[in-house]
Nanobody, 124 residues
Framework: QVHLMESGGGSVQAGVSLKLSCEVS????????MAWFRQAPGKEREGLAA???????RYADSVKGRFIISEDSAKNTLYLQMNSLQVEDTAMYYC??????????????????WGQGTQVTVSS
């Protein structure tokens, strides 16, 4: 059973950077995908960035060039570096894990393991 726990959210001013972390436990597969999603009130959960066990990354157009996904395998931790935050980035942010391979790493239905989320609020 994969367990995920996010941290690093908070309330910030527009324009600043924030780095989210996701501690991963129970991941015993060599092939996997990890991803970050967000969900704003009244909106669908949106895939932002994904990273495969081969190191390949995928980004949504809405965050490409501003957000960076990475992982530290030794620490079993997934990160999301968020730069130039905007008011529109306000949402609950979730990490997700798939033990296996996928051709759609930013699709919500791909993932069966989710964290509880961490809130990011950006004010102008």
């Amino acid at each position: 059973q994969v367990h995920l726990m996010e941290s690093g959210g908070g309330s910030v001013q527009a324009g600043v950077s924030l780095k989210l972390s996701c501690e991963v436990s129970g991941r015993d597969y060599h092939t996997y995908y990890m991803a970050w999603f967000r969900q704003a009130p009244g909106k669908e959960r949106e895939g932002l960035a994904a990273i495969g066990s081969d190191g390949r990354t995928r980004y949504a157009d809405s965050v490409k060039g501003r957000f960076i996904i990475s992982e530290d395998s030794a620490k079993n931790t997934l990160y999301l570096q968020m730069n130039s935050l905007q008011v529109e980035d306000t949402a609950m942010y979730y990490c997700a894990a798939l033990m296996g391979w996928t051709s759609v790493p930013l699709a919500r239905h791909t993932y069966s393991n989710w964290g509880q989320g961490t809130q990011v609020t950006v004010s102008s």
